[in-house]
């Protein structure tokens, strides 16, 4: 009874420290745009491109009034912009980590 306990406690840590994990890496970009030498800035900004055009022109496309569509792609507006954009990510990283844990169980099953 303990075991199963200490189990499922376990198993929880371990899917949260996982998607603490993803939900970092997905929203880590951004942040590259800060690197001091020059020509890495450049190429740091190719996934800041795809960090926000990826939700933000299905978005901007929807209708959503937080964006507009420029030469790079679609273009936040307002904080609530940025936000639709950190909570797409904290979705995707949810579902990976529910495939993840998904996949593992059922590999665990099967051995």
Same mark, same amino acid.
């Given at each position: ?48 491109? *795809? /960090? =926000?055009? %990826?939700? !933000? ?9 937080? #964006?507009?569509? +420029? ?16 909570? *797409? /990510? =904290?979705? %995707?990283? !949810? ?9 593992? #169980?059922?590999? +665990?099953?099967?051995?």
């Amino acid at each position: 009874m303990l075991d199963e306990k200490k189990n499922k406690k376990m198993k929880l840590s371990r899917n949260l420290k996982l998607f603490f994990s993803i939900t970092l890496l997905l929203n880590l970009s951004p942040l590259f745009i800060f690197i001091p030498i020059n020509k890495l800035k450049l190429l740091a900004f190719i996934p800041y491109l *795809f /960090w =926000i055009n %990826i939700p !933000g022109i299905p978005l901007a496309r929807l209708g959503v009034p937080f #964006y507009e569509i +420029h030469e790079f792609g679609a273009v936040p507006q307002n904080p609530a912009g940025w936000a639709l954009i950190v909570i *797409f /990510w =904290i979705l %995707i990283a !949810g579902l990976l980590t529910l495939l993840v844990s998904t996949m593992k #169980y059922y590999l +665990h099953k099967k051995i």
